[in-house]
């Protein structure tokens, strides 16, 4: 069974920046799409990013310009860099495997929180 770990989430205030990693084991990284979402309180979980084997990414409105996703094959291991955070990036932000470029996999990470606050 697919085993998604995300790190690299905390308190930051507004304008900063983080990185999210998110390292997969037991599947054939290279040939999966990856993706983050995200989750705030009372909201329904939404997508920030996603990227193809060949690292074609995609983006929400609400972040292009602002985070980048990208993917190291040889590590397993999907990131998100975050910049220029604000107060309404708060969330718990998910790693996801599988599924295609429009469409999340079935494979789910435990979440990783991230609070944009001064």
């Known amino acids: 069974q697919t085993q998604l770990v995300e790190s690299g989430g905390g308190l930051v205030q507004p304008g900063g920046s983080l990185r999210l990693s998110c390292a997969a084991s037991r599947i054939v990284f290279s040939i999966y799409f990856m993706g983050w979402y995200r989750q705030a309180p009372g909201k329904q979980r939404e997508l920030v990013a996603r990227?193809?084997?060949?690292?074609?990414?995609r983006y929400a409105e609400s972040v292009k310009g602002r985070f980048t996703i990208s993917r190291d094959n040889a590590k397993n291991t999907v990131y998100l860099q975050m910049n220029s955070l604000k107060p309404e990036d708060t969330a718990v932000y998910y790693c996801?495997?599988?599924?295609?470029?429009?469409?999340?996999?079935?494979?789910w990470g435990q979440g990783t929180q991230v609070t944009v606050s001064s």
């Open positions: 996801n495997a599988g599924g295609d470029m429009y469409v999340s996999g079935s494979s």
């Open positions: 990227i193809s084997k060949s690292s074609s990414t």
